[in-house]
């Protein structure tokens, strides 16, 4: 089984940047499609990005499409989330998860990290 922990959570000011990092382990890691979501108080999860196995499909939520980036590196079993001009309504908790294949859909992620906080203020 994969199971994932995250880190590189922190406080920020509007504007600045952080950097989440996932680390997998586990055989079955291989293969698997990769995704962050994340939480704010009273809300609901939601999606924010995906990656592909191969890295060479990836997709965003609207709200962070151009300031946050989805990599992954396979060799050392982690994924990452570059997060630039980070906004208040950015702060919730961020989560990793795994899914058997490519997919935006919560639902079809079977594996989720403990979650990491972001928090931004203006």
């Known amino acids: 089984q994969v199971q994932l922990v995250e880190s590189g959570g922190g406080l920020v000011q509007a504007g600045g940047s952080l950097r989440l990092s996932c680390a997998a382990s586990?055989?079955?890691?291989?293969?698997?499609?990769m995704g962050w979501f994340r939480q704010a108080p009273g809300k609901e999860r939601e999606f924010v990005a995906a990656i592909s196995w191969g890295g060479s499909s990836t997709d965003y939520a609207d709200s962070v499409k151009g300031r946050f980036t989805i990599s992954r590196d396979n060799a050392k079993n982690t994924v990452s989330l570059q997060m630039n001009s980070l906004k208040p309504e950015d702060t919730a908790v961020y989560y990793c998860a795994s899914s058997r294949g490519y997919t935006t859909v919560l639902s079809r992620y079977t594996k989720w990290g403990q979650g990491t906080q972001v928090t931004v203020s203006s």
């Open positions: 586990g055989r079955t890691f291989t293969g698997t499609g």
